[in-house]
């Protein structure tokens, strides 16, 4: 950047300044004793630029306006890299202020309005901001001291500013992932106690539905059980007596069948004997019998004593079929009735109630104040089971008056009276054992569905925490990256700025011995920017502190002069000014002259130097490209 002409009004000292034509090549001098307005030349410069100047921050800015006055404003005509521009702001006592750049060929067409995106569109021009132009190209008023190894301005010099930004954004981002990291394990910590609070045992829920499944086929077959003994019962007591009465019929029809075959023998010997075997003495005693017996007996009836023997012996076998018919229904009835005998065993074979009363876990839960579904439910039927389980339980029938049932049963002695008394005595039995079971049975369905939403709750918190720790596994990797890339970024910073101290040595080594006339040529500068100089008379570096005060100046313009160079090679497009306020405060009028001698062979692209000095030596053989006088007695400048 080469300034072309500043114009600026009610700035600092000046009501007017107006500085044009002002020569793109040389050192434009700048002289005038104390307080007489050199400085504000340079500071108006910086204000035109960067709203702000190097003795006053942005929130002082209402003193840069000139005592008294209300609005102040500053033109500034500059050019980059062959291509010309102007930049003007405005200030004013209530805190207005305004900027606006345009390029000299388009003035009615800004390229930025506003002071922000003017100071973003001339970083983009330029090359370097307010920080990078204090530390190199604009000396002001001030001691000159060893530029600060951290700041802005010298790690942009050297480089590192980017590796900087890189390296300062990723330790924000390791603080965010510990702070994230550390949310999340906390919120990690209180899922896992919550899901330790909820004691799960890993197969209890499969156990509990066993368990349930296996009482729900117990309390079915009891009730099977009961069901078959009732119905069996019925069937005993409707049967019994219609077994007796086919057993009474089968009976009589026997002894009839019985007299049948006798007469129906008696019968037909007779007639055989009086029809077949007539001479037989046994035949004679028989036919003398009839006679005796029978009044009017005649001979002609003895066919009629065999068809009397044939019918009773027809009716014989019809007695011998009813008795049949009878038996087998009387076995049919029986052999139905036997299912009693069955069902007696099988009611017999129930086993008595024994397990856990579940039910006072969840009373246990009520009276800690936990919310289940149904709670009032809960506890109602817990209350009636507790009550239900208090009560004396019903005798059963013993084991012998079973046995001696059982038997009888099988026998068909029993009576339906005796069979009814134990039947009920029995089922009432199984009923209270079947109202317990069921009881359990629907605690241990609550303990279930209890268990489920454990089982739920524990696999969405396992989900989460899974789901967490994975996160947190993302970001410890996350985390080991960016110490990885900031270790990289530490190394290469190193490197770089070696490079920086060994390229800032050389660019001093070629100025030094110009400004000390060749006493020393020499500096060695720490990574922290600590300058020492060798000493040819006493072969070793020394201290700035061992050196005096003149020289030291000297040694800290170079230095500075190098920084200027190392910024125009990294940043700076084209050819660059630089503004010295008194940089030969306490040189010699012999090391004034050198100094001169060595700023005009400076450097290719610093081509336009301000130098601001009381006075200048005579016999200096620089010739000036420009010089301003100033006057504390004047607040009009024109040049």
Not at 188 to 198: G, I
């Amino acid at each position: 950047m080469i300034i072309k002409s500043v114009k600026a009004e009610n700035v600092l000292k000046y009501a007017s300044l107006d500085l044009k034509d002002i020569p793109e090549k040389g050192i434009i001098a700048i002289s005038g004793e104390n307080e007489s307005g050199k400085s504000t030349i340079g500071e108006t410069v910086c204000f035109a630029l960067f709203g702000r100047t190097f003795s006053l921050g942005p929130d002082d800015l209402d003193k840069v306006l000139r005592w008294g006055e209300h609005h102040c404003s500053v033109v500034l005509d500059f050019a980059v890299n062959g291509v010309d521009y102007q930049l003007s702001r405005f200030l004013d006592r209530d805190g207005n202020h305004s900027a606006r750049l345009s390029r000299a060929d388009d003035i009615d067409n800004p390229v930025a309005r506003g002071v922000n995106s003017v100071a973003d569109k001339l970083f983009d021009i330029l090359g370097y901001e307010f920080d990078e132009f204090v530390e190199s190209f604009y000396l002001a008023q001030r001691e000159i001291t060893t530029p600060h190894p951290h700041s802005v301005a010298v790690k942009t010099m050297a480089g590192v500013a980017p590796l900087e930004h890189v390296n300062v954004s990723f330790q924000e981002e390791i603080a965010q992932f510990d702070e994230m990291r550390e949310e999340l394990d906390a919120e990690a910590e209180a899922l896992r106690q919550e899901l330790e609070e909820l004691e799960f045992e890993e197969g209890r829920l499969v156990q509990l539905e066993d368990d349930k499944n296996a009482l729900e086929a117990e309390v079915n077959a009891n009730k099977s059980a009961l069901e078959n003994l009732d119905q069996a019962a019925d069937i005993y007591a409707e049967n019994h007596p219609r077994i007796r009465r086919a057993r009474g019929k089968r009976g009589r029809a026997r002894f009839w069948r019985f007299l049948s075959f006798v007469l129906a023998l008696i019968g037909g010997g007779a007639w055989f004997m009086l029809a077949k075997k007539p001479n037989l003495p046994q035949s004679q005693q028989l036919l003398q019998l009839l006679q005796q017996k029978v009044p009017n007996w005649q001979d002609a009836w003895i066919p009629y004593i065999g068809i009397g023997g044939i019918v009773f012996a027809v009716l014989m076998l019809l007695f011998w079929i009813r008795a049949a018919s009878h038996g087998s229904r009387a076995q049919r009835l029986a052999e139905d009735a036997r299912v009693l005998g069955d069902s007696l065993e099988k009611a017999r074979a129930v086993s008595p109630f024994e397990g856990e009363i579940v039910e006072e876990k969840v009373q246990e839960g009520s009276a800690t104040g936990e919310e289940t579904p149904g709670e009032d439910t809960d506890v109602a039927a817990g209350e009636a089971m507790n009550l239900s389980m208090t009560t004396e339980a019903l005798e059963r029938p013993e084991e012998s008056a079973y046995a001696a049932l059982l038997s009888r049963v099988e026998d068909m002695l029993a009576g339906v009276a005796e069979v009814r008394n134990y039947i009920e005595q029995e089922a009432r039995w199984l009923r209270e054992q079947i109202t317990r079971k069921e009881e359990h049975f629907w605690a241990q369905g609550q303990e279930v569905d209890r268990e489920m939403e454990r089982v739920r709750q524990v696999a969405r918190l396992s989900e989460v925490i899974d789901g967490l720790e994975a996160r947190m596994a993302e970001l410890d990797a996350n985390r080991e990256k960016r110490l990885k890339a900031i270790e990289l970024l530490e190394g290469a910073s190193g490197y770089v700025s070696s490079n920086f101290n060994r390229d800032i040595r050389d660019l001093v080594a070629r100025t030094l011995p110009v400004f000390t006339q060749g006493r020393y040529e020499h500096l060695r500068i720490d990574p922290d920017l600590t300058v020492r100089v060798f000493s040819s008379d006493k072969r070793d570096f020394m201290d700035l502190d061992e050196v005096s005060s003149g020289t030291q100046r000297q040694i800290m313009l170079a230095l500075r002069l190098a920084l200027s160079e190392k910024l125009l090679v990294r940043r700076v497009q084209g050819d660059q000014f630089a503004f010295l306020d008194e940089p030969f405060a306490f040189f010699d009028e012999e090391r004034t002259r050198y100094a001169l001698k060595a700023l005009t062979d400076l450097s290719d692209k610093l081509t336009q130097i301000w130098i601001v000095s009381q006075v200048y030596p005579e016999g200096t053989d620089v010739e000036f490209a420009l010089s301003i006088g100033c006057s504390r007695d004047r607040d009009v400048l024109s040049a």
